[in-house]
């Protein structure tokens, strides 16, 4: 049986790339703020279905106001996505 010939060239080598510079921890307001969202949404949509809904927390917002306290929840959802 014949014996097959070896390689004529090296291996695959990947390129040389200098690793992303690690970001430091996030500043000491983050995680409160951050939280801070996600109860200030929490509390804004209770609100608005204990109260008999359209009397708090803003009536002239109407049924709006569920998206008003989504909003909060959602950005502060955002923020854990950057929570280092």
């Not at 690793?19 to 983050?30: E, H, L, T, V, Y």
Request: proline share 12%; hydrophobic share 40%; charged share 10%.
């Amino acid at each position: 049986m014949p014996e097959s010939k070896g390689r004529s060239k090296p291996s695959y080598t990947p390129p040389n790339r200098t690793p992303a510079a690690a970001q430091g921890p996030n500043p000491r307001w983050f995680v409160p703020v951050m939280l801070g969202l996600m109860i200030i949404g929490l509390l804004w949509v209770v609100t608005f279905y204990v109260s008999g809904v359209n009397q708090y927390p803003v009536p002239q917002l109407g049924r709006w106001n569920l998206g008003v306290g989504f909003g909060f929840m959602l950005t502060g959802f955002m923020m854990t996505t950057r929570w280092r």
